[in-house]
């Protein structure tokens, strides 16, 4: 009787490891779409547009704060942010070719796209860069830059941090800047 309870406890514990193990290895990352892809990934385009299509062309500044000063001794706090990229227009998609990850020191630190994407009307794209990742600094960057064929796109390029003390969470945004 004795070996069968040691059986059956011994196959218990491997199928609880495995459980976990499917579990575990099932996650999507914070930028993986229901289908699995990369959300950046599955809006790609494989043809641009030419220079005489553009009539809208902007290169947006958008500051990220990874990590924020709390106290007089200079202590910091990590945070989660996330860019978001919203198209305001109706009727007309935009097209970004650029969306690069700047640190403090202006180095880059990571693109995130290697072929233009389209955002149709009134749609958004978000991309979360985790609170562990320390690569951009207090000071880090996103550049993006966008394209349209039409005058009358006005795009919304934010960046939200998300952070906690102790039992206490708290959220700001930034806004981007034209700067060309």
């Known amino acids: 009787m004795t070996n069968i309870l040691k059986k059956s406890g011994i196959y218990a514990f491997v199928l609880l490891v495995c459980s ?3 579990i575990c290895c099932d996650q999507k990352g914070p930028n993986v779409n229901n289908e699995g892809q990369d959300e950046l ?11 005489n299509e553009k009539i809208y062309d902007d290169v947006i500044y958008v500051p990220i704060y990874s990590d924020i000063y709390m106290d007089k001794s200079n202590s910091t706090t990590l945070l989660s942010a996330t860019l978001s990229i919203r198209n305001t227009s109706f009727k007309d998609s935009i097209f970004i070719s650029e969306i690069d990850y700047y640190n ?8 995130y796209i290697e072929q233009p ?4 009307p009134m749609g958004t794209v978000n991309y979360v860069i985790e609170k562990e990742d320390t690569s951009g600094g207090h000071g880090a960057n ?4 966008l394209y349209s064929e039409s005058t009358k796109v006005k795009p919304i390029i934010q960046a939200i941090m998300i952070g906690t003390i102790g039992n206490k ?4 945004s930034t806004d981007g800047y034209s700067i060309e």
């Open 169 to 172: 969470g708290f959220a700001f």
């Open 20 to 22: 976990l193990l499917l």
């Open 117 to 120: 994407i389209v955002l149709t």
């Open 142 to 145: 996103f550049i993006v830059k």
């Open 104 to 111: 403090t020191q202006g180095d880059l630190v990571r693109s």
């Open 41 to 51: 990934k599955s809006l790609e385009i494989h043809r641009e547009l030419s220079t």
